[in-house]
């Protein structure tokens, strides 16, 4: 029995580092997603930004403007 009860603590400690490890991982997963969403959300805001400005433009484009007719933004 004693045999028994060996193996068994033996077992339940390499479960308890394997959990211990898993944890540990479980949370550097956890911060590089975190870091991931926040690029993605910087990014999307950029998308944004260029997706309007190209809205912007292809307007422009459409009216016939051209930009030598423009007054320069001092004027």
Do not use: C, W
Request: charged share 35%.
């Amino acid at each position: 029995m004693s045999d028994e009860v060996t193996r068994l603590a033996a077992r339940v400690d390499e479960l308890e580092t394997r959990l211990a490890f898993q944890e540990d991982t479980l949370s550097q997963l956890n911060d590089v997603i975190a870091v991931q969403d926040a690029q993605l959300r910087a990014l999307l805001g950029r998308v944004k930004d260029v997706a309007e400005k190209y809205q912007d433009l292809s307007y422009e484009l459409q009216k016939g403007s051209k930009p030598e007719d423009e007054k320069p933004p001092h004027y």
